[in-house]
């Protein structure tokens, strides 16, 4: 079994052979299986080097690790205001639909809001902020 330094730097540094994602998505479930927090930054920063792609799936995997690891949300909103991503949007409203509205004393919705009303994020991120935001304003 590889350290989890290792599995960290080849995420941190995966970039896709012929749109191949395959192999990401088996650095992200040998990530999650070591269970430990440090490899939060590492997937989320998947997420925002590639902001416009989808994985072709994997990004599911990121999301469900992260999930299971748990204690990410706070990594999650300085990823999601550095450069949001639709997964990391959707992470948010998942957390949302599970009844947590605040992270780190910081509304969810507000998160959210900062997305949609910012010109510096692509206009597709700026939507989904509002979809979810009209979801759950009050």
Not at 54 to 77: A, C, P, Q, R
Not at 98 to 108: E, R
Not at 112 to 128: A, C, I, M, P, Y
Request: with cysteine; glycine share 4%; charged share 30%.
């Amino acid at each position: 079994m590889r350290n989890i330094e290792d599995v960290m730097r080849d995420i941190d540094s995966f970039i896709p052979v012929n749109d191949e994602w395959e192999a990401l998505d088996e650095l992200v479930e040998e990530a999650c299986n070591f269970n430990d927090i440090r490899v939060v930054k590492s997937l989320l920063f998947v997420l925002e080097r590639n902001p416009e792609h989808d994985g072709y799936g994997t990004f599911w995997s990121v999301v469900h690790g992260l999930e299971n690891i748990g204690n990410y949300e706070k990594e999650l909103v300085q990823s999601v205001l550095n450069k949001p991503h639709e997964m990391s949007l959707l992470m948010l409203n998942r957390l949302l639909n599970s009844n947590v509205d605040l992270i780190d004393g910081k509304p969810i919705v507000e998160i959210l809001r900062e997305v949609s009303d910012n010109s510096k994020f692509s206009k597709g991120h700026r939507e989904t902020a509002k979809q979810y935001l009209s979801r759950h304003a009050m």
